[in-house]
């Protein structure tokens, strides 16, 4: 173990300190182990002896002799936090303390980790940890295309251990669970099923992480909504009109028909006995068009706070018939706060934000001094970006995690969207994933630590021997800043590749259109503004596929990420020729352009049969076809061009 003021682990324990300057001693997988009546039943629960013994023989030069063996001491300490540990090591004995077993796990995580990134020589020190937050965790969303298959999740489930999350959801809207009553609607779906979701609960909490159902029942309902059978529910069934030249389709439901609570009250009866966790999130989230629809009367009688509470305690019975508390989304009630006195005291709120020039810490304050339980819920910013926003999702997460720490929140929640195609790769979420569980355990021992970050994901989540995959993560959400945009919650590039060829007046006539909706739900900016660094993004790109040529990653699936990143780039490439026809960069006369075209079309062909294989090795076919509709678009325009050019 290297000499340093601290220990080489992520996230950084609340203490530490070493024991004395010089002792140094190896561990051996030959254990005693020593474990008092009241640990055994953790000690079993945790698999301690197998996980240790396992992790110090994978670093052995040679097998131990049968004489030397490693005392390790499991013992109940009550004056612990639930989650707490002590982990010590002098070089006679290996200690662990622990309340619950929750404690001895994270200690065993430690040790894990320790053992793979340092070896098994160890200088004696002392641990005492605990988590700044109750509940650490991501939410996935499942609703928007993808879908992953089960040896996805299970990985997913594996790295959230190994980083000390304790909570998933798994984000649903549309068909993305198998409703036996409602499954002949929706034949193009691969949904999943109950008996899925009966493993992956059980997976999950075997590595103490509390699987929580999810379903939107109120906004977000657009996938139920464009069906024919569904679409009398919707509180605008033929659209809303938008103060811009196009209108939102049907994705609110109804909340005065009791149509709409039936079909609720189907679904979450036929979901939440399949979870042990004694949570449920009903979301309930941006219901656009709430109360100027068919129940404006009502709205009008009592206003749309008190319309949105009426229905969203029928909702609340529902889950309460299934003995689970209420998570949902704060949006509304924040933003109706008349109604927050009135929130039942098993609601927690889910605040989430995901632009870093808004703070956390109005509706922090709002919500603590109205005594209501409550998560703060940033972004990976991810989504909607291809290779994601890192400095925006750094600010953040780390907005999130001070102001919820100082102001009471019970957990931090990052949030993995699929907004516009859900095209990020799970590789582009993860420095998010890992910044969460840093700020998540210990706030300000983990704040701002970049290089830290960057060190354990080369080393510890893809194993890479060039320790360059980190930086080059990182670095892949930076390409935003040489767009210089004033697009919120998305790139730029992203949206010329969904949005296809334009001349330049109609392209920024459908962007300002798009900044004015944005402005209505919260966005800041009036108008759209541009200041693209051509030069700047080019030597970005060169700098970015460099990096990528050098990856010696050992982990499983390390072909799959290299392609995947590949991938992104090329998309990426794809963005940045679109603008140059788009803004007409050196293009002089149609020979250039048709040339540029010719060029970008073979480069979109290899794209797009990349994005489809890549995306049936994580995830199940639907969806696909829906994901890749503005790609196929994008390459029949190029077609077309081409043809009009000879």
Not at 444 to 470: K, P, W
Request: hydrophobic share 35%; net charge negative.
């Amino acid at each position: 173990m290297k000499n340093s003021d601290s220990v080489h682990l992520y996230p950084q324990p609340q203490r530490f300190k070493w024991l004395n300057e010089t002792g140094m001693n190896e561990l051996s997988s030959n254990l005693n182990l020593q474990v008092q009546e009241e640990t055994a039943s953790a000690v079993e629960r945790t698999k301690l002896a197998e996980r240790l013994s396992k992790a110090i023989a994978s670093k052995e030069t040679k097998e131990p002799p049968h004489q030397r063996t490693m005392n390790v001491q499991v013992k109940h300490n009550a004056d612990l936090h639930p989650q707490g540990y002590v982990l010590q090591w002098d070089g006679d004995v290996l200690l662990l303390e622990f309340k619950r077993a929750e404690g001895l796990h994270y200690a065993l995580v430690a040790a894990e980790q320790l053992i793979f990134r340092e070896g098994i020589a160890w200088r004696h020190f002392r641990i005492e940890d605990e988590p700044d937050f109750p509940v650490r965790g991501l939410m996935l969303d499942i609703g928007r295309n993808k879908i992953p298959q089960m040896k996805t999740l299970y990985q997913l489930v594996d790295r959230m251990a190994e980083m000390k999350l304790n909570h998933l959801q798994l984000y649903m809207e549309g068909f993305c669970f198998e409703y036996e009553k409602y499954k002949d609607h929706f034949p193009e779906s691969t949904p999943m099923t109950a008996d899925e979701f009966r493993k992956l609960d059980a997976y999950a909490a075997a590595r103490f992480i509390d699987l929580v159902p999810n379903q939107n029942c109120l906004g977000h309902m657009g996938g139920w909504l464009e069906k024919p059978q569904f679409r009398p529910l919707a509180e605008h069934p033929e659209g809303m009109p938008l103060p811009i030249p196009f209108k939102l389709p049907p994705t609110t439901l109804n909340p005065e028909d009791e149509g709409s609570i039936h079909l609720v009250r189907d679904m979450f009866d036929e979901l939440l006995p399949h979870f042990t966790s004694e949570y449920a999130n009903v979301n309930m989230d941006e219901p656009f068009g709430l109360g100027t629809g068919k129940s404006k009367s009502r709205a009008d009688e009592v206003g749309v706070g008190r319309l949105y509470l009426e229905y969203a305690e029928k909702v609340f019975e529902i889950i309460r018939s299934h003995n689970k508390k209420i998570l949902m989304w704060g949006d509304i009630v924040t933003k109706h706060p008349e109604i927050i006195p009135m929130l039942p005291g098993d609601v927690t709120v889910l605040d989430w934000n995901y632009e870093s020039h808004t703070s956390f810490e109005a509706h922090a304050k709002l919500l603590q001094a109205n005594g209501v339980p409550y998560y703060v819920c940033p972004g990976t910013s991810s989504w909607s970006s291809i290779s994601g926003r890192t400095d925006n999702m750094l600010r953040n997460i780390s907005d999130a995690a001070v102001q919820g720490c100082r102001h009471g929140a019970e957990g931090l929640i990052v949030t993995d969207w699929g907004d516009m195609g859900h095209w990020q790769v799970p590789s582009i979420s993860y420095p998010g994933y890992i910044y969460t569980a840093g700020v998540g355990w210990n706030v300000q021992g983990n704040l701002n630590q970049e290089n830290a970050l960057e060190e354990y994901a080369a080393e510890y989540v893809f194993q890479d021997r060039s320790g360059i995959i980190g930086n080059l993560l990182v670095e892949l959400g930076r390409y935003y800043h040489l767009e210089q945009s004033t697009i919120e919650n998305a790139t730029f590039l992203n949206h010329l590749l969904n949005r296809g060829l334009k001349n330049r007046v109609e392209l920024e006539r459908e962007m300002n259109a798009l900044m004015t909706f944005f402005l209505e739900i919260g966005g800041t900016s009036t108008s759209f503004e541009l200041d693209y660094q051509v030069e700047g993004m080019q030597e970005w790109l060169h700098k970015r596929k460099e990096q990528l040529a050098q990856l010696d990653l050992q982990v499983e699936d390390a072909g799959i990420v290299r392609d995947e990143l590949a991938n992104t780039l090329r998309l990426i490439e794809q963005g940045m020729g679109i603008h140059r026809y788009v803004y007409r960069v050196d293009l002089p006369d149609s020979e250039a352009e048709t040339e540029l075209i010719a060029q970008l079309k073979g480069q979109l062909e290899t794209a797009i049969l990349e994005f489809k294989r890549l995306w049936l090795l994580r995830n199940r076919e639907g969806g696909l076809e829906a994901s890749t509709t503005a790609l196929y678009n994008l390459l029949e325009q190029y077609e077309q061009r081409l043809t009009e050019a000879q």
